[in-house]
């Protein structure tokens, strides 16, 4: 029985492990994680039931085209009916009337004719909707971006664990080799505890970066909607292809396409157009209402018309009414007035709104340029550093260099690899950033 004990254990963390290793050998690339985000992201879901409500007032805007139809009724106890026909202080006539009464009946209307109010509404709504949905692609243009950090960060401190754990290979073999040295009494003593600092500070890296790759995969899980434990892994070992991006372009050409691409901006368009549906909405206060009605009624006993009847009775009418509302010719002047103030405010609003577009993809275009400067002057920088530092570790080994100056010369290399990762991140964040202000991300 202990046998066959041991035997389940080890199969069942045989499977744990290759169910372990089969999540992490799963790696998303960044469309994967957008696609993921789009579908799973909390904030996104929010604001998809906000976009889903402004579709519903179309349909509540539709439905008050809709004629109303009601149907009514009552029942209740009658009083006695007086009749001064002497005049108010003489004794009353008393008319038969029975103790109860109850009428039921419907009416009917049907808008024919306010002014084009209900169709303008409809309009209205229609374009609230499509401004809801720009916000909504803001909000997940914007997500995506920090996504985006989130990836590349995750991406760079894997990165920098590999490099680190690559040195702190080299420097243990180093250390070996400075021991060796030491017992034969070609090296000082410092030299042996200056590789074991040096050792003790990557450790100490390392820790610190273990700890910025957990919380880099944490905020990842949480733009997934996912739990935040788990598993996650990316393709960080791929090497970052920066020769699609290209140096050259004008920045005029991401202004214009964000002019008709960008949904922010379209967002001050949007309001335009429904301010100066306001204008119209409000100038047609002034003009008739046509309606057509029909009503008709049951009711017990008849005492709307003299003479009196216990008897049930029916009446009804179907006609045409119009309505104008002579006030509104004064009034409705001044809320005139004010529907087109607030249509040359947000005419202003988006001057402003192409202005400030237009600063941050400028800002944008130069931080890419500027990315780019950075991944060759990282480039140079470690063609230079390794060849000082194989310079530099052939006269120690020869004793014409002291430690400290080899020291140095491989944390200015490691240094220098950090530079040229983070250079080529900055180059893609600065890429996507453009992108998210011209809105074709």
């Known amino acids: 029985m202990k046998k066959y004990l041991i035997v389940l254990i080890i199969i069942s963390w045989w499977n744990n492990s290759n169910a372990q290793d089969k999540n992490d050998s799963e790696s998303l690339s960044l469309e994967q994680v957008w696609n993921t985000v789009d579908v799973q992201n909390k904030n996104l879901k929010l604001d998809d039931i906000q976009r889903k409500q402004s579709d519903l007032d179309i349909e509540i805007a539709k439905d008050r085209r809709i004629p109303s139809l009601s149907v009514s009724g009552n029942y209740g106890l009658n009083t006695h009916m007086p009749i001064y026909s002497e005049g108010l202080f003489s004794a009353p006539d008393f008319a038969p009337v029975s103790k109860y009464g109850y009428s039921f009946g419907y009416l009917f209307n049907l808008n024919l004719y306010n002014g084009g109010k209900d169709t303008r509404n409809i309009q209205i709504k229609k374009e609230e909707s499509i401004r809801s949905q720009n916000e909504y692609d803001v909000q997940r243009n914007n997500i995506r971006y920090a996504v985006a950090v989130a990836y590349y960060d995750l991406y760079k401190f894997l990165q920098f664990q590999e490099f680190i754990e690559s040195e702190i290979t080299t420097e243990k073999k180093q250390l070996a080799t400075i021991e ?51 598993p996650l892994s990316i393709p960080y070992k791929d090497a970052i292809d920066l020769n699609a991006l290209t140096e050259d372009s004008d920045y005029m050409e991401y202004v ?149 100056d080899l020291l140095d010369a491989e944390n200015i290399l490691l240094e220098a690899k950090f530079s ?4 080529n991140i900055n180059v893609i964040l600065s890429h996507l950033r453009l992108l998210v202000k011209t809105g074709i991300i």
């Open 180 to 230: 060796s040295l030491f017992k034969n009494g070609t090296v000082l003593k410092s030299d042996v505890l200056r590789i074991n600092v040096k050792l003790s500070q990557l450790e100490l890296t390392k820790s610190d970066i273990d700890k910025k790759i957990s919380i880099a995969k944490q905020r990842l899980n949480v733009f997934m909607g996912r739990h935040n434990e788990e």
């Open 256 to 404: 214009n396409l964000a002019l008709t691409k960008s949904p922010d901006f379209k967002i001050t368009e949007n309001n335009i157009n429904i301010s100066l549906l306001n204008i119209k909405q409000v100038r047609s206060n002034i003009l008739p209402k046509v309606s057509l009605y029909s009503s008709y009624n049951y009711t017990y006993p008849q005492t709307s018309f003299y003479p009196y009847s216990q008897n049930l009775w029916g009446f009804g009418q179907t006609g045409l009414k119009v309505s104008l509302s002579l006030d509104q010719l004064y009034t409705n002047k001044h809320a005139v007035e004010k529907a087109r103030n607030t249509n040359d405010e947000q005419i202003q609003k988006m001057e402003i709104k192409k202005d400030a577009l237009t600063v941050d993809i400028k800002e944008a275009f130069l931080q890419q340029q500027q990315s780019f400067e950075g991944v060759k002057t990282a480039e140079k920088n470690i063609t230079q550093t390794s060849e000082s530092v194989r310079i530099i570790r052939n006269s120690y080994l020869n004793q014409e260099s002291l430690l400290t």
């Open 420 to 423: 040229l990762i983070s250079a």
